[in-house]
């Protein structure tokens, strides 16, 4: 009985846990307004939205502007393929690169990883500067205007080998040296115990790149030519949309009042949201442990 009571009193509610409870749900629904006026947005047209201005929810409900998007916007599903490989190719290259150096660098064994480590880490606190990447990347890797560029820059990330390393050095060191009394090398090690045993801290780290990747518009910016569109981005097409949008409804000989530039823009944005919004959910239950590796140590 006692144990009973202890435990009531234990998950008692307080009056501070409906204050959080009640400033964390208006917080949200007050972050969740931008996307929902968007949305909105996107299902109205440009008439509607000069008469009654952006609203919670649509006045006149159309679908113009994703039918246009999908109908005469071959450049959307070009580029949306794009965003799909570079983000695909690029979160699996970093994500293996990343850790196979934080692999090594977890061994209390290995003899260079004191060195190595700070070197790492003056890149995180230090920028080569833009125009020594440009010269490098233009020059002499030439790989401007190629989709190399949009996807090998940002492998190795350095904070994704600390985080990996931090949580490869939490695995128990007899389970290798095991593996290496039954024969196993050292790259079998990685690939079948330690990659296997590490899905939180990947799946966290895919996600970070994926979201980098996704949204990255900068990269296409400076070294994809604004007239070659077959390397556009969602997200590069999205910062340029305003006037690509005209040209569309331009050259469907649609003028005037029938020209819904805004509504193509907000509905670019929900189709260019959605795929990393439907990933982010997916991963989610592992980020929040593969962020805290290495805070609580038993």
């Not at 996307?35 to 679908?63: H, Q």
């Not at 005469?72 to 970093?94: C, E, F, K, P, Q």
């Not at 010269?135 to 350095?158: A, C, E, R, S, Y």
């Amino acid at each position: 009985m006692e144990e009973v009571l202890k435990t009531r009193k234990r998950i008692k509610i307080t009056r501070f846990d409906v204050l959080n409870c009640l400033w964390m749900v208006l917080f949200s629904l007050y972050c969740l307004l931008p996307l929902c006026i968007m949305v909105s947005a996107s299902f109205s047209s440009d008439a509607t939205l000069s008469e009654y201005g952006y609203t919670l929810f649509p006045k006149k409900v159309t679908m113009d502007a994703y039918k246009f998007v999908f109908e005469s916007g071959g450049l959307l599903l070009r580029s949306y393929l794009n965003s799909i490989i570079v983000t695909g190719a690029g979160t699996i290259l970093n994500l293996f690169f990343s850790a196979m150096i934080a692999f090594p660098l977890s061994k209390y064994d290995f003899a260079y990883k004191h060195w190595i480590t700070p070197l790492l880490l003056i890149t995180m606190l230090f920028s080569p500067g833009l125009v020594p990447t440009y010269i490098l990347i233009t020059q002499f890797l030439d790989w401007k205007d190629t989709i190399w560029v949009l996807i090998i820059p940002q492998i190795g990330t350095t904070f994704n080998i600390i985080l990996l390393r931090t949580f490869f050095s939490d695995i128990p060191r007899e389970i290798g040296e095991s593996a290496k009394i039954d024969g196993c090398s050292v790259f079998r090690e990685f690939l079948t115990i330690t990659m296997p045993l590490s899905m939180p801290a990947l799946a966290t780290c895919s996600v970070l790149m994926a979201l980098s990747y996704w949204n990255d518009w900068g990269t296409p910016f400076l070294y994809i030519d604004q007239f070659n569109t077959d390397l556009y981005t969602v997200q590069y097409l999205m910062a340029k949309l305003e006037v690509q949008a005209k040209s569309w409804y331009e050259n469907a000989g649609l003028m005037g009042e029938n020209q819904n530039i805004n509504s193509v823009i907000m509905a670019t944005c929900i189709i260019g949201t959605l795929p990393i919004m439907f990933v982010f959910l997916y991963l989610q239950k592992y980020i929040v442990k593969g962020m805290t590796v290495g805070a609580v140590k038993g």
